[in-house]
C-alpha cells in the first residue's frame, strides 16, 4: 500500500507498484471530489433559469427585437441540449476530467463575453457559449461520479446530492437574478461565474481524478455532428409550438429535418462496430425505462414551473423575490429527498421508489387545482414540499438505475443521455403544456361577458398582454377585463393541472418496468479491448479501483510477476 515500507513487507504478498497520474491529489477524498463536482453543476443549473428574471432589464438596456429577445433566452438550452452527445462520449474517449476542465473554462469566457455584451447579437453568441459550456460539465460531472464511486450504495448517496443540487439550482436561479437585479444591472447575474469559474479550473485539476473509457476503435466525430445538428432542429421545432407556431413553415421543415437528421445518426450507430450511443441499452428496463421517465417527469412538470411563477406575480401580484421565496419550500424538500434516496432505495427498490415519487408529485399537482384568486399560502407551500419530495425521488431512482446499468467505460455517454432526455422533455413540457394554457386561457377570455371582441382577441394572447389592454379601456371595461383575465388564467392552469397529474400517472405505469431490486453493475462487456495502451486485460480485475476507508484511491496493484494493470483509468 502507499507509504508501506517494502521491507516490512511479508513473503508472498506483492509488491505494490506505483500507478500512473495525469494530475490530482493523492490523497482526495471522494467526497471531496462529490463537492468540486456538485459546486460546478450548482451554477450550470442556476444559469439556466437566472436570465428568465432579468429579461425585462436586458430588454430596456439592448433594445432586441422580438426574434432576438428569444434567441437571448433559448441559445442556452439549445446550445446545451444539441452537444450534450458530443461531448459525453468524447469524455469518455479523451478524459472526462479533461473535458470538464475545459467545459469550466469555456463557462467562464462566455460569462465574461455576456458582462461586456453591448448589444443582442453579442448576448446571444455569449448564451450560446455557455451552453456549450453545460453541455461539457453536465455529463462529465455524473461519470466522474460513476468512477470515484464504484460501490453502489455510496454511488446513491452522490447521485442523490448531485440531483438535488440540480434541482436547487434550476429553482434558486430566478431567487437569485431576483435578488441581483434588486441591487445591480442585469450583467449581475453572469458576474458571478467568472471568478468561480477561475477558481474551479486550477481546483479541479488538482483534485479531480481522470477516467476515461476503452479504447474502441476511433471516435465517430461525423456522428456526433449529426446528433448535435438534429437535436438542435427538434429541439427549436418543439420550441417554436411551445410558442404557438405549430402551423409555422418553419417549425415544419425544422421538424423534418432534425427527424431526418436523428433517423440518420440511429442508423449509423446501429450499422458501427463501436457506437457513439449503444441503443440497444434502451431494450434493458433499467436504462430504458429510467429515459423515458426522465422525460415524462420533466415534460409534465417544466411547464408548470414556469405557469406557477406567472399565477404568483401577475395574478397574486408578488415581486420576483417574493415569487423565488414562495418556491423554496420546493427546494428544500428536494434536497431532503436527494438525501434520503439511498435509503428509499435500499428499502423499497428503483421500481416502488419511481412509481411513489410519481404518486406523490401527482398528488400535489393536483393539490394544486385547489388554488384561485385570493392567495393561499399553506396550500402553496404544502403542495411545493410535496412536489420537491416526489420530483427528487423519480429523478434520484431513474439517474441512480440508468448509470448503474450502464457499463463504466460508457459512464460519459449515459450521462449525457440522461441530460439530453431532461433538456428534451423541457422542450416538450413547455410546448405541450404550454399550449394546453393558451387554448384554455385564450377560449375563456374571449367567452367572458361584457369584454369589448376586439380587446378580448388581444387579450387571450396572455395574461400580460391582457393587463396591457384592460390599462388603455375606460375604467369599468378595464376593471371588468382584468377581472375576467385573472380568472381565465387561473381556470387554464386548472385545466393544465390536470393534463400534467395525467402525464404523471402514465409514468408511474411505465416505472412498473424498472427492476424491483437495486442488483449489482453488470460487467463490462469481455469483448472490449483491455486499454489505450494496449495492456493485457487481468482476468478477474475491478472495472474502477478500490478505495481505503478514508476515501482515498490507492494505487494500482498487480502481482510482481503478472502483467500490469491496464492504464486506462489515472487515479490521483
Known sequence: MPGTDPAAVPAGVPAQRPGPRRGGRKDASRWTVLAVLCGSLLLVAVDATVLHVAVPAVTADL?????????I??????????????????????????VLLLGYAVFGLASALAVLAQGPGTLVAARALLGAGGAMIMPATLSLLRHVFPDRRERALAIGVWSAVAAVGAAAGPLVGGALLEHFWWGSVFLLNIPLMALAVPLGRWLLPESTGRATGPWDAAGALLAAAGLFCAVLAVKRVGDGQLLSPATAALLAAGAGLLTLFVRRQRARKHPLVDFSAFARPAFGTAVGCIVLTVLALVGLALLAAQYLQLVLGLSPLQTGLRLLPLSVAAIAAGLAGPRLLRALGPRTMVVCGFVATALAVLSLTTLGLRDDPAVCAGAFVLLGLGLETVLFGCYESMLSDAPPERAGGAAAIGETAYQLGAGLGIAVLGSVMNRAYGSAVTAAPGVPPG???????????????????????????????????????????????????????????LPRTASGVPPAAPSLPAARSGAPAVPGAPEEGPQDGAGRFPAPSAPADGPPLPSRVTRP
Open 73 to 98: 433566452v433559448d441559445a442556452y438550452p439549445l446550445a446545451c441540449a444539441a452537444l450534450l452527445i458530443l461531448f459525453g462520449s468524447l469524455g469518455d474517449r479523451i478524459g472526462r476530467r479533461r
Open 455 to 513: 380587446a378580448a382577441d388581444a387579450a387571450a394572447r396572455s395574461l400580460g398582454e391582457a393587463y396591457a389592454v384592460a390599462a388603455g379601456l375606460d375604467g369599468a371595461a378595464g376593471e371588468l377585463l382584468r377581472d375576467s383575465a385573472r380568472l381565465a388564467f387561473v381556470q387554464g392552469l386548472h385545466v393544465t393541472l390536470l393534463v400534467s397529474a395525467g402525464l404523471l400517472l402514465a409514468g408511474a405505469l411505465a416505472a412498473l418496468r
Open 63 to 71: 433594445r432586441p427585437g422580438p426574434v432576438e429577445l428569444l434567441w
